[in-house]
């Protein structure tokens, strides 16, 4: 059985930080890329971040980046979202997911992502 597990979530100031983390069982992890996904109420889920198998490529939504850092470590099978200078716009459920490292889409594409965690709340309010 495939789990994917989001955690870190919570409620932060503006300006604040918050690290996101996510673990993945019953795959082989360092078979898959991995990115991370928000969706505020009213409005589509988008791609925040994505961060392939072994570290070599990164991507972030133009609204994260220089704020946001993605990253990994295969022998926890887990990734990390260190989400700095925190904004309200940033207020959403946030969710990771894995996709295999074969496919060459989009990588904000959320339909090439085969599982996908239940999400973890980050709300951005003073």
């Known amino acids: 059985q495939v789990q994917v597990v989001e955690s870190g979530g919570g409620l932060v100031q503006p300006g604040g930080s918050l690290r996101l983390s996510c673990t993945a069982s019953?795959?082989?992890?360092?078979?898959?890329?991995m990115g991370w996904f928000r969706q505020a109420p009213g409005k589509e889920r988008e791609g925040v971040s994505f961060?392939?198998?072994?570290?070599?490529?990164?991507h972030y939504a133009d609204f994260v980046k220089g704020r946001f850092l993605v990253s990994r470590d295969n022998a926890k099978n887990t990734v990390y979202l260190q989400m700095n200078s925190l904004e309200p716009e940033d207020t959403a459920m946030y969710y990771c997911?894995?996709?295999?490292?074969?496919?060459?889409?989009?990588?904000?594409?959320?339909?090439?992502?085969?599982?996908w965690g239940q999400g973890t709340q980050v709300t951005v309010s003073s």
């Open positions: 961060i392939n198998w072994n570290n070599a490529i990164t």
């Open positions: 997911a894995a996709r295999n490292t074969y496919y060459s889409d989009s990588w904000s594409n959320e339909n090439s992502f085969d599982y």
């Open positions: 019953g795959l082989t992890f360092d078979n898959y890329d």
